[in-house]
């Protein structure tokens, strides 16, 4: 297991013993790990990573699946505290750093912000594991997706993210499966989407956490 110390946003203090530190476990830079990365730089909290190495079977070792039945990335781990699944960690997250404006305040938006939260999180990274994760050109596939991203494309219509002109966890999700996308040049010919990733790159965040820059072949 090889553990890997990032570094931090600059208002955030560095603290050289890890063992106190939240833990995330993953992959590789561009898996389900990189949006709970991403969230962390956004909301400035400090943490440990731990890369496994799944080519070794490490994530099959008894003392990681302890932490995770399923044998998966991302988990993360804070004290007692165990949580698998992004979406999970994600809301963690969010309900235990204060200040922070990555959900909306009022109703509507809040509510708007959640569905595409959960459309990213189970319906778009489906749609984009059959493409990209799992290589599968079959016509079946790629229509499916072309029709969810066409009816994003829509969406973005006139306005900078996913809940109007305000960045949102949302535009986490969503945007770490459309960078995927990307790499396959599966957004050609959707210009609100391309559009709207070139916003999302050019967040700190994001570049710290690489979510747009890592090896996808490493």
């Known amino acids: 297991m090889v553990s890997l110390e990032l570094s931090l946003p600059s208002d955030v203090q ?7 530190l939240p833990t995330l476990y993953s992959f590789a830079r561009f898996d389900r790990s990189a949006r709970v990365r991403w969230l962390l730089y956004e909301l400035g909290v400090p943490y440990h990573e731990v890369v496994l190495d799944h080519a070794k079977g490490e994530h099959q070792q008894p ?5 995770n039945p399923f044998a998966l990335v991302p988990v993360w781990e804070d004290g007692e505290l165990v949580l698998h699944e992004s979406g999970a960690i994600i809301l963690h997250l969010l309900a235990n750093t204060p200040a922070h404006e990555l959900l909306p305040n009022d109703k509507l938006g809040r509510s708007r912000c959640m569905s595409y939260l959960m459309f990213g999180l189970s319906t778009l990274d489906a749609a984009v594991s059959q493409v990209f994760v799992t290589k599968n050109q079959a016509g079946t596939a790629v229509v499916k997706l072309k029709r969810l991203l066409q009816a994003l494309d829509t969406e973005l219509v006139g306005q900078d993210y996913l809940v109007g002109h305000s960045f949102t966890v949302a535009d986490i999700v969503v945007g770490q499966l459309l960078g995927l996308l990307d790499r ?3 957004l050609a010919g959707f210009d609100n989407l391309e559009y709207y990733l070139t916003r ?6 994001a570049a710290k956490a690489e979510v747009f820059t890592a090896d996808v072949n490493a």
């Open 184 to 186: 396959r040049d599966q």
């Open 14 to 20: 560095v603290v050289t013993q890890t063992d106190s």
């Open 63 to 67: 003392h990681f699946v302890a932490r």
């Open 200 to 205: 999302l790159k050019q967040r700190s965040a």
